[in-house]
């Protein structure tokens, strides 16, 4: 059932996820296009928002915060699920692999690969504070219009 503390929640993680995404676009290499990246991103962050921090606003502050780290860690998590799927389809395609276990093989490589890229103090900074604040807000949020 759609509620405040859901919109809001969903709406914060959408953008957070946007901004971490332009901040992961500057660490791409040289001549990478970044595409639906951002877009894909905002839309598991709104996602993920919705589902996890909003579905348990109203359950306290403190709570709040735990369950908007977990938002944002599962939208990292299933962004780079998405990303290393479209690469590894992209091989697929041009005939890289011999099988599909060596497919999936290689699709968990590309994952350690894009986690390794956005491991740095200014992407998971800006998540880890991002994600408190949204929690907080749709916590509030959850508080004001339930």
């Not at 919109?7 to 995404?21: D, K, M, Q, R």
């Not at 944002?72 to 699920?81: K, P």
Request: glycine share 10%.
């Amino acid at each position: 059932m759609p509620t405040a503390a859901k919109l809001i929640s969903a709406l914060l993680f959408g953008v957070l996820a946007w901004v971490v995404s332009g901040l992961v676009i500057q660490l791409l290499p040289e001549g990478s296009s970044p595409g639906w990246l951002a877009p894909v991103n905002t839309l598991v962050g709104a996602l993920m928002g919705w589902r996890i921090t909003g579905a348990h606003a109203g359950e306290g502050f403190v709570s709040s915060v735990g369950y908007g780290l977990t938002a944002i860690f599962a939208t990292t998590f299933w962004a780079i699920l998405i990303w290393a799927s479209y690469e590894m389809i992209d091989r697929a395609m041009s005939l890289r692999y011999e099988g599909p276990v060596e497919a999936l093989q290689d699709m968990t490589n590309i994952m350690v690969e894009y986690a390794t890229l956005i491991a740095t103090t200014n992407v998971v900074g800006t998540m880890v504070v991002g994600s408190i604040i949204c929690a907080l807000a749709a916590e509030a949020a959850g508080r004001r219009w339930s």
